[in-house]
T-cell receptor
Framework: DTEVTQTPKHLVMGMTNKKSLKCEQHMGHRAMYWYKQKAKKPPELMFVYSYEKLSINESVPSRFSPECPNSSLLNLHLHALQPEDSALYLC??????????????FGSGTQLSVL | DAKTTQPTSMDCAEGRAANLPCNHSTISGNEYVYWYRQIHSQGPQYIIHGLKNNETNEMASLIITEDRKSSTLILPHATLRDTAVYYCIVRALFGTGTRLTVIP
C-alpha cells in the first residue's frame, strides 16, 4: 500500500462551523505533513509531525489545529475559518523525518470552501 | 529556509526534450533536490531526486550543478500527458513552479 488517503475530497463550511480533515497512510512512515495550496500557487507547508510529535508549525493561525493520534493518522481541525482559507489542503508522508531527505508521498487533497 | 525559484511557464513541442531549471542557491550540503509534478490540482507526483550526482530514471533525468545551487529536470521526449506544473522541492518547501505546456 503506497497510498495516502485524504477525506473528505470536498468540504464546504460556514465561518462558524467546526470541521476536520483526515489523512491516513499505512506505509509505516514516521513523518506527516499538512500543506495549503491556493489556486495557481505552490503548496505552502503548514505543519510537520515527526514520530507523532509536532516538529514544525509554519506560523499557522490557531484556527487550524493539527492532531496526530497515531503514526498512521493525521487530522486537521478547523474552527472559525475565514473565506480566504478556502484552498486545497494536501497531506503528505515520508519514511523518516530527516529534514532535507524527505521523499514525500501526497494524498489527492481536500478542496475546502469557506462561505 | 531554502528558497527555490523556477520560471513561471515554458512550452515544449511534443517529442522534444523539455528542460526545466530550478534555482536553489540556499541549499545546504546534505539536502536533496526533489522534483514533482501536479496535474489539475491533484496531489503532486514524485518524479526524481538527487543530492550531488546526476540521476536518471524511467521518467526523467536530473542534472545538478557542481556547486549544487541549481538543477535541471529533463523530460527526454515530452508527450501531451506531460503538460503539468513542475515543482522542485528542498527541505519539504516547494519552489515557485513551472507550468509546462506540451504543444502538438
Amino acid at each position: 500500500d503506497t497510498e495516502v488517503t485524504q477525506t473528505p475530497k470536498h468540504l464546504v463550511m460556514g465561518m462558524t462551523n467546526k470541521k476536520s480533515l483526515k489523512c491516513e497512510q499505512h506505509m509505516g512512515h514516521r513523518a506527516m505533513y499538512w500543506y495549503k495550496q491556493k489556486a495557481k500557487k505552490p503548496p505552502e507547508l503548514m505543519f510537520v509531525y515527526s514520530y507523532e510529535k509536532l516538529s514544525i508549525n509554519e506560523s499557522v493561525p490557531s484556527r487550524f489545529s493539527p492532531e496526530c493520534p497515531n503514526s498512521s493518522l493525521l487530522n486537521l481541525h478547523l474552527h472559525a475559518l475565514q473565506p480566504e482559507d478556502s484552498a486545497l489542503y494536501l497531506c503528505a508522508s515520508s519514511q523518516e523525518p530527516q529534514r532535507g531527505a524527505e521523499k514525500l508521498f501526497f494524498g489527492s487533497g481536500t478542496q475546502l470552501s469557506v462561505l | 529556509d531554502a528558497k527555490t525559484t523556477q520560471p513561471t511557464s515554458m512550452d515544449c513541442a511534443e517529442g522534444r526534450a523539455a528542460n526545466l531549471p530550478c534555482n536553489h542557491s540556499t541549499i545546504s550540503g546534505n539536502e536533496y533536490v526533489y522534483w514533482y509534478r501536479q496535474i489539475h490540482s491533484q496531489g503532486p507526483q514524485y518524479i526524481i531526486h538527487g543530492l550531488k550526482n546526476n540521476e536518471t530514471n524511467e521518467m526523467a533525468s536530473l542534472i545538478i550543478t557542481e556547486d549544487r545551487k541549481s538543477s535541471t529536470l529533463i523530460l527526454p521526449h515530452a508527450t501531451l500527458r506531460d503538460t503539468a506544473v513542475y515543482y522542485c522541492i528542498v527541505r519539504a518547501l516547494f519552489g515557485t513552479g513551472t507550468r509546462l505546456t506540451v504543444i502538438p
